[in-house]
């Protein structure tokens, strides 16, 4: 256990270790769950990191770890330690960006984006950011869809463009786009000679459609359960253009997002509006901060001026 009784020389630990590199290092034991683990991601030795926790503990006078069976696990007070050295953390990067801007060197703004919003928000359109604002650059990533904000944010970024709010804490979300499930089939599929469909329309189709992230339930296939059926699904698609080609190939009938169709219109393919409305919206995703960084707060300016013209 990663906790020491001490009497003699407290005044000449107490005050003096609570810095930035410490919290890093304790950041590293809270996330693998491991002194050896982190010190080999960190390039120092494990007696040095558990000096350095050992330290802490010393001076906020309580143990943060406990050895438990999956590693070494948080304390209730380290579980709060964590929270807000992550943020204390962030908000140091938010300083060092600022401070650079104000030297005359560039800020990078670190943004995500999972592959369906794009279509909405295409990414030439992110990187004309940096014609209104040349002190900034910008860095965007895409990922699939199913990447989950926890997962997105892992590393240095500081706004996400996903579809679906999960309302996680710490996180705001703003809408910036509205978007709804469809339903594509080729122009010869018999339900092309309608508009609008149910999902009972669709109780005996092969169906593909797009995976969800961990713990996350899919609109459509909840819809299809409460209309009292489960429905054939064949295939998960990671592009979309895989499940296009599928449609004229094999006929099967694809599950898809209105913007992201509107994006591609492919002339052989017909898309179905549902009777049951799912909401696929796109949002901006951003952590909590106290105060927000000029970067952050001028992207979303951008976007939303996007938003209102779409």
Do not use: W
Not at 181 to 206: C, F, G, R
């Amino acid at each position: 256990m990663l906790y020491y009784q001490y009497k003699r020389g407290r005044s000449q630990t107490k005050g003096n270790n609570m810095n930035t590199e410490a919290l890093e290092y304790f950041i590293k034991v809270y996330e693998k769950k491991s002194v050896t683990a982190a010190a080999k991601d960190l390039y120092i030795t494990p007696q040095g990191i558990s000096k350095t926790i050992k330290q802490l503990e010393l001076e906020l006078e309580t143990e943060l770890f406990y050895r438990g069976p999956r590693g070494m696990e948080a304390t209730e007070a380290g579980e709060l330690l964590h929270a807000r050295a992550k943020h204390i953390r962030y908000l140091m990067e938010d300083i060092k960006k600022e401070i650079s801007i104000i030297s005359g060197g560039k800020s990078v703004l670190s943004v995500v984006a999972t592959y369906s919003t794009t279509s909405i928000l295409p990414v030439d359109y992110l990187y004309r950011f940096t014609e209104l604002h040349p002190e900034f650059q910008l860095k965007i990533r895409e990922y699939p869809d199913e990447y989950g904000i926890g997962k997105l944010f892992e590393e240095e970024v500081d706004v996400g463009l996903v579809i679906g709010n999960d309302e996680i804490e710490n996180f705001e979300y703003e809408m910036v786009g509205h978007g709804e499930v469809v339903v594509v089939v080729s122009q010869n599929h018999p339900l092309a000679v309608k508009d609008e469909i149910s999902v009972m329309d669709l109780e005996h189709e092969s169906l593909m459609i797009k995976p969800v992230g961990e713990g996350k339930e899919h609109g459509f296939l909840e819809k299809c359960l409460d209309a009292g059926y489960t429905p054939k699904v064949i295939h998960e698609f990671g592009s979309i253009l895989t499940a296009h080609r599928l449609c004229e190939t094999n006929g099967f009938v694809a599950i898809s997002i209105d913007f992201v169709e509107e994006s591609l219109k492919e002339e052989n393919l017909k898309v179905l509006k549902l009777k049951e409305k799912i909401p696929q919206n796109v949002y901006l995703v951003f952590r909590k901060r106290g105060i927000q960084s000029k970067a952050v707060s001028l992207f979303r300016t951008y976007i939303k001026e996007k938003r209102l013209s779409i």
